[in-house]
């Protein structure tokens, strides 16, 4: 079972080029977020997903694009790189509906580290 | 809005030595609440959890207790161990499976 995977793991951009981060999930869950993580700061949520075809900002969302075409994947895209945007980046899933839909585990991928020069 | 509060690391430990982590958080209505831990090069992993307030969550030693009159979810762990070295994340759940996070506190276990 290979519950989430991220590519790619590292990445150096120049600044004002374009990437997608890659997330799939084989858990079949319906949610689906993506946060990054900065030193101090915890991990802050981008965009999350509630399913197929719905997508929604989380708290930082500028600079980021999503999409969730199918349940199993959920890229961020990066349209114009900017320093401000190195950082760790996390792909997670949730099934809301285990544990009766009160706030279940999350499951995370291994992260993909972001450089942006 | 939601938040989250952990004490600041890095924190050193010897092995065998006792372990608490505070956390307290600010939250409407009746969060879940949950410690994630991050080794080294990975991801984040859900060590316990506790969805009202009293339960106590537990896992590989590592216990802490939901108290809403304080608003904490302290992780304690009676003896720890160099492999327990890791970044641990407290966080809140709230309504629609949102989580905010502490910003987490790193713990070195040594021998």
């Known amino acids: 079972n290979a519950g989430v995977t991220q590519t790619p793991k590292f990445q150096v951009l120049k600044t004002g080029q374009s990437m997608t981060l890659q997330c799939a999930q084989d858990m079949n869950h319906e949610y689906m977020s993506w946060y990054r993580q900065d030193p101090g700061m915890g991990l802050r949520l981008i965009h999350y997903s509630v399913g197929a075809g719905i997508t929604d900002q989380g708290e930082v969302p500028n600079g980021y694009n999503v999409s969730r075409s199918t349940t199993e994947d959920f890229p961020l895209r990066l349209l114009s790189a900017a320093p401000s945007q190195t950082s760790v980046y996390f792909c997670?899933?949730?099934?809301?509906?285990?544990?009766?839909?009160?706030?279940?585990?999350?499951?995370f991928g291994q992260g993909t580290r972001l450089t942006v020069v | 809005g939601n938040s989250v509060t952990q004490m600041e690391g890095p924190v050193t430990l010897s092995e065998e030595a006792f372990l608490t982590i505070n956390c307290t958080y600010t939250?409407?209505?009746?969060?879940?609440l949950f410690w994630y831990v991050q080794y080294p090069g990975e991801g984040l992993q859900l060590l316990l959890k506790?969805?009202?307030?009293?339960d106590k969550g537990s896992n590989k030693g590592f216990e802490a207790t939901y108290r809403k009159e304080t608003t904490s979810f302290h992780l304690e762990k009676g003896s720890v161990q160099v492999s327990d070295s890791a970044v641990y994340f407290c966080a809140l759940g709230s309504r629609g499976n949102k989580l905010t996070f502490g910003t987490g506190t790193q713990l070195k276990v040594e021998l």
């Open positions: 997670a899933s949730i099934n809301p509906r285990a544990g009766g839909g009160m706030n279940t585990e999350a499951f």
């Open positions: 939250a409407t209505g009746y969060p879940s």
């Open positions: 506790a969805t009202k307030a009293d």
